[in-house]
């Protein structure tokens, strides 16, 4: 009987030998339309010039993407890159990279030399800043009162009165720049900077005869000047002066008249001047709150104080460090160091740092009251402290004065010489 095992084997090969060559060819068509990359990828540009902190190849990178939109036009690496190159002192290179993009296409639109001139004045650059401003029409780029500014705020850096006063006499004149009420207040915030707050008024005077006419910023900027300077009787005409005017305080004009309540101890009238401000429907910030309990603490109303932070929670709002700082020092000095000790704890599971003082303080405290047991509880002091600098206050203080066990000495002082490797 013929058997069929050499057909099937021959049916077999056949297959196998027809399917072959159409499988050669779909691999090499695939193995064609796969290509292996030559090289990795590259990283991107931005990605590049942040990881980057040798000056001299930073430099090199940014030169390399001088005509990348993605890098030119990024605010943040504009000036990442001229800050770490300032902080590094190679001002070479910075001139060199921002007078080669002046040179560029972008270089005829304002608002970049703009930007170029305040990157110049962040390097403390000011003579480049200024002379990119008298040099705008070389490259095609005409001059407003904003380049103007511009140049302006940074040359007020320099406290050089008289280049001041040249710049604001000659320049309008020289390019038909009208000044504007940001003008003014570049000049009046350089002035009360210097201290000269009766020219800093007169400029606000003059100006307002000449058209120009202040705003809050203009007033706020003197009412805080005067007040610092501890011409309350002034700052007070001021702040009449504006309301008279029609002019209405911003939330940055209450916080600095609070802050003048709060150093004359007179936190009751800081805290109406709160309530006025949310009358008037301006929001009350964290700041605005950490002077109002402070100023309560520091007058001996710690109650109120108590009551302000109550109320800062019910309304939605997180209190910063600086308030939890403010409030844990004055429950400490208050004697009330149970509630001070739930405050820090809350501040140990943030990772915020505490003042040193305060901790010193608090530890005594619970020693004195007999509650040792919440100080063996407290964690590592690495939790209150985030700088090196307070760290080495904390292993300066002198520990010998508070008396406390052994036990909890080593916890505190072990921690410091764990964390800071010694």
Known sequence: MLSLRPIRRFCHAAAITAIAPVAETVTSAKSNCIKKPDKPLEEPALVKLKAERDPERLFQLFKANAHNRLVVENRFAFEDTVSRLAGAGRFDYIEHLLEHQKTLPQGRREGFIVRIIMLYGKAGMIKQAVDTFYDMHLFGCQRTVKSFNAALKVLTQSYDLEAIDLFLRDVPFKFGIELDVFSVNIVIKALCDMDILEKAYMVMIEMEKAGVNPDVVTYTTLISAFY???????????????????????????????????????????????????????????????????????????????????????????????????????????????????????????????????????????????????????????????????????????????????????????????????
């Open 228 to 422: 610092k300077s501890n011409r309350w009787e002034v700052g007070n005409g001021l702040w009449n002066l504006m309301v008279m005017k029609g002019c209405l305080p911003n939330l940055a004009t209450f916080n600095v008249r609070i802050q003048y309540l709060v150093n004359r101890r007179r936190a009751w009238q800081a805290n109406s001047l709160m309530g006025m401000m949310e009358y008037l429907g301006i929001t009350p910030d964290e700041v605005t709150y950490n002077l109002v309990i402070k100023g309560f603490c520091q007058a001996g109303y710690l109650e109120m104080a108590k009551k302000v932070y109550s109320a800062l929670h019910g309304k939605g709002y997180k209190p910063n460090v600086k308030i939890y700082q403010t409030m844990i020092h004055y429950l400490c000095k208050g004697g009330e160091f149970d509630m001070a000790y739930t405050m820090c704890k809350d501040c140990m599971n943030r990772n915020w740092s505490l003042n040193v003082d305060t901790i010193y303080k608090l530890l005594e405290g619970l020693k004195g009251n007999g509650e040792i047991d919440k100080a063996k509880s407290s964690q590592s002091p690495k939790f209150f402290f985030g700088g090196k600098e307070q760290k080495d206050q904390w292993k300066e203080s002198n520990f010998s004065s508070l008396d406390i066990p052994n036990a909890i000495l080593i916890l505190i002082v072990g921690s410091f010489y764990t964390e800071l490797g010694e």
